[in-house]
T-cell receptor
Framework: NAGVTQTPKFRVLKTGQSMTLLCAQDMNHEYMYWYRQDPGMGLRLIHYSVGEGTTAKGEVPDGYNVSRLKKQNFLLGLESAAPSQTSVYFC?????????????FGEGSRLTVL | KQEVTQIPAALSVPEGENLVLNCSFTDSAIYNLQWFRQDPGKGLTSLLLIQSSQREQTSGRLNASLDKSSGRSTLYIAASQPGDSATYLCAVEGQGNLIFGKGTKLSVKP
């Protein structure tokens, strides 16, 4: 049972570089989310998607872009990485939103921007 | 703007003790509330989901209650074990978002 899979798990970037985080879910969920988790800040929503081909901004969208070309995949892109984007990124998916919407999380992608 | 607060931020108890974790939220217009567990270096695992029309949910040694009118939820852990050591987060689902608390870090000592 794969559930939600994130790649890569670790990445180090230099300021100004770009990268894409990939999230894949095999539960046929409509809703997918990208969060970042920082010490003392908790989990904050970056972007989310309510279905294939749709995306929406969350609480902290600046500096990130997303795409949902296939239902099972949700990509998070950083066009020009900044040290403030050093964080642990979590992808999640759920069958419905608003509730009932049990959320399933990936194991996280730890990004360091130097 | 919805705010979710969890108290205490950290808790250390001896094995076998019953304990309560608290979660409070400022806007009672929620669809549901979820409790999650996060182990170090791992993602979040959903423990219990309480819909807005429900008062409580139980799973094994865990019991979560919800009082929307007062903006409070509690997670009760019975007969705690060292394997329960983790960070516990609550999250409320409202208008277009899921807002998380910062978590309670629980340590259960053998």
């Amino acid at each position: 049972n794969a559930g939600v899979t994130q790649t890569p798990k670790f990445r180090v970037l230099k300021t100004g570089q770009s990268m894409t985080l990939l999230c894949a879910q095999d539960m046929n969920h409509e809703y997918m989310y990208w969060y970042r988790q920082d010490p003392g800040m908790g989990l904050r929503l970056i972007h989310y998607s309510v279905g294939e081909g749709t995306t929406a901004k969350g609480e902290v969208p600046d500096g990130y872009n997303v795409s949902r070309l296939k239902k099972q995949n949700f990509l998070l892109g950083l066009e020009s990485a900044a040290p403030s984007q050093t964080s642990v990124y979590f992808c999640a998916s759920s069958s419905g939103f608003p509730g009932p919407g049990e959320l399933f999380f990936g194991e996280g992608s730890r990004l360091t921007v130097l | 703007k919805q705010e979710v607060t969890q108290i205490p931020a950290a808790l250390s108890v001896p094995e076998g003790e019953n304990l309560v974790l608290n979660c409070s939220f400022t806007d009672s217009a929620i669809y549901n509330l979820q409790w999650f567990r996060q182990d170090p270096g791992k993602g979040l695992t959903s423990l219990l989901l309480i819909q807005s029309s429900q008062r409580e949910q139980t799973s094994g040694r865990l019991n979560a209650s919800l009082d929307k009118s007062s903006g409070r939820s509690t997670l009760y852990i019975a007969a705690s074990q060292p394997g329960d050591s983790a960070t516990y987060l609550c999250a409320v689902e409202g208008q277009g978002n899921l807002i998380f608390g910062k978590g309670t870090k629980l340590s259960v000592k053998p």
